[in-house]
């Protein structure tokens, strides 16, 4: 007779429902959907014509130099930051936000670490996390590695909506600062730090006044509040998230189509992390304008007359920001000078 085979488990097999369900646990008090099949959320009320905005998006290989670090409570401030920075650029406020956690092995402390910053981010974008997805996905992902995905609506009056066809020449530029890499150009900056200079994520390098790993590690800015608090008293005619494609991959697509933007690379201070990837590459000129913000994470393109009015407002919700340019007659593009 055949011998007889011992029974095997989902766990067993790579998947322990008892760890999903602790974590779910966890995060029950902090997100409104958690524990039904899906989240519910009521039309908002005061608008003549209401447009939802959606935008989904994840973090990239930033999520490596978490991993590098050992640290994982700001990545998922990152997640929020790429989704909702897009929703608000249209003149949309964000409704709800929705995560995708996925991991070979599901880790606890980490995965709690993670929905921290997720948590995080949604204060700072004043919109709750409505629901999510977390699935252990053994023979897929590596036993530590995780990767992120975050969606998200938003709600604009449809009057309102930021239509980069209203952009004209004399328009100007602002730039709202970025606090660093935000979630882009990763492989590259990686390649340089960890290839090319052969850096450790835990080396301090003097010219950014701490370790490399602190300085990638650095959170995306999450602008929503900002923008929806300068869209209530001032006229804007379109606004680019510079994320992957740099300055003139982004700046281009909140452009009439002729109209040129002329931007302006010396009106504003670059954080330091982006002289350090340029000189360490080394990386050229136009290379990193079109790879990184540049130390820049939103620009604004407004009548000139709101120029001046629209950075005392900035600077009154603590903003750094900069007139960094114009609008010229053109073919949709975007000028460095």
């Known amino acids: 007779m055949p011998a007889t085979r011992r029974s095997v488990?989902?766990?067993?097999?790579?998947?322990?429902?008892?760890?999903?369900d602790a974590f779910v646990e966890h995060i029950k008090g902090k997100a409104k959907g958690i524990g039904g099949f899906g989240g519910l959320f009521p039309m908002p009320r005061g608008y003549k014509t209401p447009v939802l905005v959606s935008s989904t998006d994840?973090?990239?290989?930033?999520?490596?130099?978490?991993d590098a670090v050992g640290k994982h409570d700001t990545i998922g401030i990152d997640l929020v930051a790429m989704v909702v920075n897009d929703i608000v650029v249209c003149g949309a406020k964000p409704l709800f936000f929705l995560d995708y956690f996925a991991s070979g092995r599901l880790d606890l402390k980490q995965a709690k670490q993670v929905?921290?910053?997720?948590?995080?981010?949604?204060?700072?974008?004043?919109?709750?996390?409505?629901?999510?997805?977390?699935a252990e996905l053994p023979g897929i992902y590596a036993p530590g590695i995780y990767d992120l995905a975050g969606f998200a609506v938003g709600v604009v009056e449809k009057s309102k909506v930021l239509n980069p066809a209203s952009v004209r020449p004399g328009n100007q530029l602002i730039g709202l600062a970025s606090s660093g890499l935000h979630s882009n150009g990763y492989s590259l900056a990686r390649h340089i730090v960890f290839e090319i200079a052969g850096l450790k994520a835990k080396d301090k390098v003097k010219q950014l006044g701490g370790s490399i790993g602190a300085a990638l590690l650095t959170p995306t800015r999450i602008y929503v509040k900002t923008i929806l608090e300068v869209l209530k008293k001032h006229t804007v005619r379109s606004i680019a998230h510079i994320t992957g494609g740099g300055i003139t991959g982004n700046l281009n697509r909140a452009l009439s189509p002729k109209t040129d933007a002329v931007v302006d690379a010396s009106s504003w201070s670059q954080p330091p992390i982006f002289h350090w990837l340029a000189q360490n590459g080394p990386v050229e000129f136009e290379e990193m304008y079109r790879t990184f913000n540049m130390g820049v994470g939103m620009i604004l393109v407004v009548p000139k007359e709101e120029t001046s009015p629209i950075l005392k407002t900035l600077e009154?919700?603590?903003?750094?920001?900069?007139h960094i340019g114009e609008v010229r007659k053109g073919s949709g593009g975007v000028v460095l000078e």
């Not at 488990?9 to 429902?17: E, K, L, P, R, S």
């Not at 910053?117 to 997805?133: D, F, H, N, S, Y």
């Not at 009154?316 to 900069?322: K, T």
Request: overall charge negative.
């Open 316 to 322: 009154r919700l603590g903003e750094q920001a900069w």
């Open 115 to 134: 929905f921290a910053g997720i948590a995080e981010g949604c204060e700072q974008a004043g919109c709750p996390i409505l629901g999510g997805e977390t």
């Open 58 to 66: 994840g973090v990239g290989t930033k999520l490596l130099v978490a």
């Open 9 to 20: 488990t989902y766990a067993q097999a790579g998947v322990d429902i008892s760890k999903g």
